[in-house]
């Protein structure tokens, strides 16, 4: 079985700033332009593609049929399941999940005849979020540390640190721990506190978002 491309740890892009970190895999159908930087021990599978300019951290994995663009960035141990585009301005954090076939933009009016390359919005996600399979982020909205996007739910508006999203407009409908399971406080609670039944992590609210406890 071919393996495909493998970086070892001398192995560079031709082209300025570019690097293949060591142990890098990629797939012989995948396309991975000069000038990409792919850290240690990622892989890049069939029909991918990753343009020049395009940062991707160490141990991520980019599925089947994933594109990610230039100025795009992804920092450690990132998974992109199959059909995700990862467009210009979006920046993804550590452990970030990403559902197949969910979707981030970057333009909020696009018009196939009218430019707008010069007023792209960034959307930045914060480390360990996990969107569900065939949500979509409207870009501009920045999602908090492991916060957990639906199934087919759509993202308009900012999501705060371990919120649990839900529906079209999405909306809080609760609270996840960093290991996935829902907390039992929702909005609204007062106090709202609770410890995550599966590892016993404690959190409560500081006044205007949901913390760790310590």
Known sequence: MDTGRTGGADATGSAPGGRLGAGVRIHPTAIVDDGAQIGDASQVWHWSHVMPGARIGKR???????????GTSMGDNVKVQNNVSIYEGVHLGDDVFCGPSMVFTNVVN?????SRKHEYRQTRVGR???????STVVCGHDVGRFAFVAAGSVVTKEIPDYAMVMGVPGRVVGYVCACGVRLAVKPGDTPRSATCPECAVRYHWDGSRLVEAV
């Open 110 to 114: 696009p018009r196939s005849h009218v």
């Open 128 to 134: 360990g979020a996990s969107f569900g399979a065939n």
């Open 60 to 70: 991520c994995n980019l599925g089947q049929n994933v594109f990610v663009a230039n």
